[in-house]
């Protein structure tokens, strides 16, 4: 579901929809009127707002809304027939308040091609609150900022032209310049003055200031020879992005003042992609697919530093004129083979194989207050060769039943040269680096009788990466390695009911269970290999769907997940600093509709959600959460006339913490809102 689509659902727009009035019928037999066409254009207005008690932040985060009144064009569409081939098309929407609008121009002409423009741009917003210690001072428990509520717009400007003669190959051309500006939240806090109590509101958890540009230009041609198709493409992106990172810190000798931190992240980046993809049919059990890739990107990074003050030192620390940037070169070839050997039995193996050519270079300037200032010099090479294999099986020659198989294989072999001067003091250090990815998949689906079919499928994925660390000259430490092995072993089952027990009755269960273990070994040959994570989830739902009445129709759905993540820190330190973690929730919803007339129709929903997964910690901040939402709606749709629909929505939405200790209450709210709306279809 898209983003405006959650809002227009929440926000309660115009429904779009027709309904038909019946005629009466006439005693004598009379000439009947020649019928008119279906009215295809329309408008839709919508009016509404919001009623939040509690905290607006996390009422805007969730229901993606501006906490207050809005209204305006929910949707338009226009069509004309300028002549037999051509046709003007327009559409989109207008909501100021939720700063979503949208306009899109569509003009095509048969056997000739088209022409697409438009622009959408919409809003999207965050909740800017940090952490809550309970173990702190009341003063210091939860981190807030000075404005918790943050936002930011996207939007893109576009066109699109395709040329679209008989007999000669299609040519699409396309631009697209997009853009993201406004604030959001991090998961970054300022630091606490650990030795006396901070002022209100001296420790803030930080946010992004986000200024991002980007244009994509891009030229398809797909022609057909013989039996083949083949496809062309050309695309050249370019990013501008100068986005700003805000702390707050608190140093114990200067307890009344907050110390600010800018961290500039500059950057400008230029891809190129040039690709070619065929497809070629033999005959009707054979068909054979070739591609190729290659992209180039060129970043530079500049004028970036991270600057704050520390009044401890008679000058500001941090990071200065950074200079550099990288260079990617990228080439992908791949085959594959669909093959139909006999009726019932399809086989399709594929290969592919990617190298990549990383090189990247860093120079800024290092202060250190009262300390010289150094200068650094960091410069990173690699190169990866990956292959790829696959092999999928489907069978279908038992009657009722669907059976396959599917296997997948990666093989990656890379370099990497590591070397960082400072000050003339070098360090260095060569890793070879391999990765293996193994998956193997098996499922059947059984269709046993009308009305009842049942799905059962179990995979094993595996990653396993070693690194083989050759280190000289370290000075600092900076360049030490810390792992010589990374591994995710995963098994996963599912199996899933369709059961049409009644014709207006049909549910459907489904049972996942997954267990995934992480594995690292260290660096040190001291410390081993430690799991540093056994993952066990189960998860559960189910659904009903039950057409009463033709005028009456419920559906209802529950989901059940029950997960548990062992930490190797807990088994090993057992000091409550990160502890096992529980990730336990249950969701369920409920809708219905009733039509009271052949004009008239109400719809509601019911919605929970709960979360009972604190954790608290004498030692630091307190894991998961516990959290309980409760929603609920109710839509009233009447039309006025054949072309005139009515619409009044009215929903409720709860969220709290049911545990004192995990946030104080701060985030909960209850919310109202109401909306209208009215759509003319002429």
């Known amino acids: 579901m898209s983003l405006r689509s959650i809002r227009l659902a929440l926000a309660a727009p115009a429904l779009v929809f027709s309904l038909t009035a019946a005629q009466a019928g006439t005693t004598a037999p009379v000439t009947a009127p020649a019928e008119e066409a279906p009215a295809s254009n329309w408008i839709g207005f919508t009016v509404g707002g919001a009623f939040v008690s509690g905290n607006e932040a996390g009422m805007m985060r969730r229901t993606q809304t501006n906490g207050d009144f809005y209204g305006g064009i929910d949707s338009f569409q226009f069509s004309k027939a300028l002549n037999d081939a051509t046709t003007l098309t327009l559409d989109g929407h207008a909501l100021p308040g939720l700063e979503d609008y949208e306009f899109n121009l569509n003009l095509n002409k048969t056997d000739v091609g088209y022409i697409k423009a438009g622009y959408k741009e919409y809003r999207t917003w965050y909740d800017g609150s940090g952490g809550y210690n309970p173990n702190a001072t009341p003063i210091n428990q ?3 900022p000075f404005n918790d509520e943050l936002a930011l717009d996207r939007g893109e400007i576009y066109f699109e032209a395709g040329l679209r003669l008989p007999n000669v190959p299609n040519i699409t051309f396309g631009y697209q310049h997009l853009w993201r500006d406004g604030t959001k939240d991090s998961t970054i806090w300022g630091r606490t003055s650990v030795t006396s109590p901070a002022v209100a509101n001296a420790n803030v958890p930080a946010f992004y200031a986000i200024d991002e540009t980007r244009d994509i230009f891009k030229l398809d041609i797909e022609h057909t020879l013989g039996n083949t198709d083949i496809d062309l493409g050309l695309r050249y992106d370019t990013y501008n992005n100068s986005n700003t990172r805000h702390e707050y810190r608190q140093y114990d000798n200067n307890t009344a003042t907050d110390k600010k931190v800018t961290q500039r992240d500059v950057n400008n980046t230029d891809l190129f992609n040039a690709h070619l993809f065929t497809e070629t049919r033999f005959g009707e059990r054979v068909i054979l697919n070739l591609g ?17 003050s520390n009044p401890t030192k008679s000058t500001d620390e941090g990071y200065r004129d950074l200079l550099g940037g990288s260079d990617v070169k990228t080439h992908v070839a791949n085959a594959s083979i ?5 009726d019932d039995l399809v086989i399709a193996p594929s290969f592919r194989v990617q190298w990549e050519d990383i090189s990247s270079s860093t120079l800024y300037e290092l202060t250190r207050g009262t300390a010289a200032s150094e200068d650094k010099i960091a410069s990173n090479n690699e190169n990866r060769t990956t292959t790829s294999e696959q092999l999928e ?23 990497r040269f590591l070397w960082e001067n400072t000050d003339g003091d070098l360090s260095e250090r060569w890793t070879d680096i391999s990765v293996e990815t193994q998956k193997y998949v098996v499922g059947a689906n059984w269709y046993p009788m009308h009305g009842l079919s049942l799905s059962a499928q179990y995979y094993y994925q595996s990653y396993d990466e070693d690194f083989n660390h050759t280190q000289a000259a370290p000075t600092d430490g900076s360049l030490t390695p810390m792992m010589r092995n990374h591994s995710v072993d995963t098994n996963d089952a599912n199996i899933r009911l369709t059961w049409r027990a009644l014709p207006n ?4 269960s489904r049972y996942d269970y997954q267990q995934t273990d992480v594995n690292n070994t260290a660096f040190d040959p001291t ?5 540093s994570g056994d993952i066990t989830s189960n ?3 189910q659904s009903v769907t039950w057409n009463a009445t033709e005028r009456f129709y419920l559906q209802g759905s529950v989901h059940w997940i029950m997960s548990e993540t062992d930490t190797g820190y807990a088994k090993f330190a057992n000091d409550g600093r990160v502890p096992n973690m529980e990730n336990d929730y249950f969701a369920g919803s409920l809708s219905g509709g009733f039509a009271i007339d052949n004009k008239t129709q109400l719809t509601g929903c019911f919605t929970y959600y709960g979360a009972s997964n604190y954790a608290a910690s004498t030692t630091s901040m307190g894991y998961g959460l516990n959290t309980e939402e409760w929603g609920a709606s109710l839509t009233l749709t009447r039309m006025i006339t054949p072309n005139m629909l009515w619409n009044l929505r009215y929903a409720y939405l709860s969220s709290n913490t049911d545990n004192p200790d995990q946030s104080g209450g701060y985030n909960d709210f209850n919310a109202h809102m109401v909306s209208t709306g009215l759509q003319i279809r002429f």
Do not use: C, H
């Open 142 to 144: 939860w981190i807030v």
């Open 292 to 308: 190729y890739s290659f992209t180039t990107m060129d970043t530079n990074v500049n004028g970036s530093e991270r600057i704050f």
């Open 338 to 342: 669909w093959w139909n050997p006999i």
């Open 393 to 415: 099986i489907r069978y279908t020659g038992i009657s009722d039943i669907l059976l396959y198989a599917r296997g997948q294989w990666s093989q990656q072999d890379g370099e």
């Open 505 to 508: 009755l049909t549910l459907v």
């Open 527 to 531: 410390l081993g290999k430690v799991q």
């Open 539 to 541: 998860i559960f739902s």
